[in-house]
């Protein structure tokens, strides 16, 4: 059984192969390339380094972001060409007959299939997430916004858990279907819909928030860094902190604030309103996930969708009896 996956699978590995290695070359070349940038940034600006290294993340954002696009879509387009088809063209040419037929049972070559396609699939997005987390941890350093839903999606474990439940989605849309270009397109949909559902309503509540109250001062207006990844919170301004809500202004001492003094400083010039409001001591309350729990979101979120793949397996497994 396993030999036969495998054969069955040769053609879409062959062309996977061929085009990941042509980007695991371009992402080794760029990943040398933005080290000795970096070094010689560095090595030129002395002890302010702040600019040289903006200008170098300004050069290359535009093909880091490309890739880290690419490997957004990467587990639904394994999902729609490796899992859909999986069932679906078996019951579409009628091949189901003589499989099923045989000694092998259908729960052992249903099972059989989505291991080595997961497998294959896993090993395919786990390659690329591991090259372009290589490649792009210069870039990423000068960032500091691993937790940004296209950062946290394309870097280290988290892609290869998306990947294998993609697989397991399609192999049961198939299933359900019974045809592949609908079971193509409905897996496409339901994945992309579950990606930009999990980091906007899942994942800030995997692990509760940190609270902290962060001064509104005129130079905290002015630069609105309150809105952003690194926030100034409680005084001291740390790399990949991920705000998760900033609500209730509120006074250095925890009073609520005079609203009608709030209201009557948003007119006039912008550098006037941010002096206002400065006077009126504010302070956000911010609640925000700390750097240090990256690799804890990153293990929870992969084992929500390893779990929810798990969950698919055992229904396309209760489904095929039917089919």
């Known amino acids: 059984m396993t030999w036969l996956a495998w054969r069955q699978l040769r053609a879409q590995l062959l062309v996977t192969g061929v085009a990941l290695a042509v980007l695991a070359a371009y992402l080794v070349v760029l990943g040398i390339e933005l080290r000795d940038g970096h070094h010689d940034a560095v ?3 002395g002890d302010a380094c702040g600019p040289a290294l903006r200008s170098l993340q300004s050069r290359y954002q535009g093909r880091v972001q490309l890739l880290d696009a690419l490997l957004v879509v990467t587990p639904a ?20 007959r003589l499989v099923w ?20 699939a896993a090993a395919v997005t786990g390659l690329f997430s591991l090259l372009l987390t290589w490649a792009a941890s210069p870039y990423d350093a000068i960032a500091a916004d691993r937790f940004t839903a296209l950062l946290f999606g394309t870097r280290n474990v988290v892609p290869v858990a998306y990947t294998c439940c993609a697989v397991v989605l399609g192999a049961l849309m198939g299933l359900v279907l019974r045809r592949t270009v609908p079971a193509m397109a409905l897996t496409a949909l339901l ?10 309503a899942v994942r800030p509540h995997l692990v509760a928030p940190v609270h902290g109250s962060q001064a509104m001062t005129a130079d905290t207006i002015r630069n609105l860094s309150f809105l952003g990844d690194q926030a100034d919170v409680e005084g001291l301004r740390a790399p990949d902190i991920w705000v998760v809500s900033n609500s209730r202004l509120l006074t250095a001492d925890g009073r609520t604030v005079d609203l009608d003094r709030y209201h009557g400083c948003l007119s006039g010039q912008f550098d006037a309103m941010a002096q206002c409001l400065a006077a009126l001591d504010l302070h956000v ?4 996930q700390p750097g240090e729990r ?3 979101f990153q293990w929870l979120e992969s084992l929500l969708f390893l779990g929810a793949g ?14």
Do not use: K
């Open 43 to 45: 090595a030129s600006c």
């Open 77 to 96: 387009l394994l999902g729609m060409f490796w899992g859909a088809p999986l069932v679906a063209r078996e019951l579409e040419t009628g091949t189901h």
């Open 101 to 120: 037929n045989q000694s092998v049972s259908r729960h052992r070559w249903l099972a059989v299939r989505l291991a080595v396609v997961c497998a294959a």
């Open 191 to 200: 994945f992309a819909a579950v990606q930009i559902a999990v980091p906007t």
């Open 285 to 288: 309350d911010v609640a925000y």
């Open 294 to 296: 990256y690799w804890r």
């Open 310 to 323: 798990l969950a698919l397996a055992g229904l396309a497994m209760w489904r095929i009896r039917a089919a």
